[in-house]
């Protein structure tokens, strides 16, 4: 199984043989937090999803004890040589870096393996976590949609960020 790699975490890469592990994750309300959804249907509609997916999915790991810590994610955008980038850390392990290490790892894959040269991340404008770890790894919020997210019945103002790996 494929994987890169940090001090601290490895990203390992999702497949057949791991998928459980993402599916526990994703469809965790408690999990995934407040500004996202969660994943609602059985596995093995999420395997036929997953399958389909043109989203790189990864699962966040401790280094030395191997312990499962959340996942991270890349989705290439279909027209242009963007991406966009996302993470989940498991409530009991926020607050140790393991989010802003995971943010890390997949834009540093983006910018030498996939050459990149824009990598944006969306987040609901209250997600006051996963907009410090943005700001902390250089990107910058370039604009507001009101009311793009809904989770039940709660609309949420997303905020794009980006962040600009090569100018020319
Ligand atoms: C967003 C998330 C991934 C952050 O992960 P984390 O492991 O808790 O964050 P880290 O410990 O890496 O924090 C990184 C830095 O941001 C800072 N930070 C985190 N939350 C903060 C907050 N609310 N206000 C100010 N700074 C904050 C930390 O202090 C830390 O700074 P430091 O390195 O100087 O100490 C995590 O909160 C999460 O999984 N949230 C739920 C899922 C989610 O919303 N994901 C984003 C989807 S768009």
């Known amino acids: 199984m494929s994987q890169v790699n940090n001090k601290k975490i490895k990203l390992v890469s999702v497949t057949n043989r791991n998928l459980k592990d993402l599916?526990?994750?994703?469809?965790?309300?408690?999990?995934?937090?407040?500004?996202?959804?969660?994943?609602?249907?059985?596995?093995?509609?999420?395997?036929?999803?997953?399958?389909?997916?043109?989203?790189?999915?990864?699962?966040?790991?401790?280094?030395?004890?191997?312990e499962l810590l959340g996942y991270a994610y890349w989705a290439p955008e279909p027209r242009f040589n963007s991406f966009e980038i996302g993470a989940t850390i498991i409530p009991s392990q926020r607050g140790q870096g393991y989010g802003l290490h995971s943010h890390q790892v997949l834009i540093s894959l983006l910018e030498k393996k996939y050459k990149c040269d824009r990598i944006q991340a969306i987040t609901a404008s209250q997600n006051a976590n996963e907009i410090a770890v943005l700001n902390k790894c250089g990107f910058l919020c370039e604009g507001t949609l009101s009311k793009a997210g809904k989770i039940g019945n709660r609309f949420l103002d997303l905020c794009i960020f980006g962040k600009i790996i090569r100018k020319k």
Do not use: C, E, W
């Open 23 to 66: 599916y526990f994750l994703i469809s965790d309300k408690k999990i995934v937090g407040n500004f996202q959804p969660h994943y609602g249907r059985p596995f093995l509609a999420f395997k036929h999803k997953f399958s389909k997916t043109k989203v790189k999915y990864y699962l966040v790991k401790n280094k030395m004890s191997g």
